[in-house]
């Protein structure tokens, strides 16, 4: 029996000795060291998912009330679009504009027929800034 007590002390303190030799050396101090750095930045990553987490839940929140606020403006505008033109009458409205439009060509003797009747006229727009300017181009005759 004396053999077994002393296995088991000699045990005991086998084990007690590998575990002060693990904590009480320059390996294992760096292990903690490193350990301890590690826990450090899981914490930073931890805390910068929880805040990119909230910016995007604020921007949605944002987004949301925005989009909102575009909705109702279009029914606005549509609701007062719809009355204005059920008053007046968008048919007549239009019949209107086009026979002021037809009057005032017949008018124009400087209008669009002019400009259809001569378009050799018509030169592209030239360059005058200096010569050391950006828009300075070679002199030549437009065709």
Not at 40 to 52: D, F, K, N, P
Not at 55 to 75: C, I, K, P, T
Not at 95 to 103: E, G, P, S, V, Y
Request: proline residues 4%; without cysteine.
């Amino acid at each position: 029996m004396d053999i077994r007590l002393l296995l088991l002390i000699l045990g005991a303190v086998a084990l007690i000795a590998f575990f002060i030799g693990r904590r009480t050396a320059p390996g294992g101090r760096a292990v903690h060291k490193l350990q301890k750095d590690l826990d450090g930045r899981a914490q930073e990553l931890a805390s910068y998912q929880q805040q990119m987490h909230q910016f995007m839940v604020d921007m949605q929140d944002e987004l949301d009330r925005v989009s909102s606020a575009y909705r109702d403006l279009q029914a606005k505008v549509k609701d007062g679009s719809e009355r204005f033109v059920a008053k007046r009458g968008i048919e007549q409205f239009l019949h209107q504009q086009a026979a002021r439009l037809d009057a005032r060509a017949d008018n124009d003797e400087h209008g669009l027929q002019a400009l259809v009747a001569e378009p050799a006229s018509l030169e592209p727009p030239r360059d005058y800034s200096p010569v050391r300017g950006s828009l300075s181009q070679p002199k030549r005759a437009y065709a």
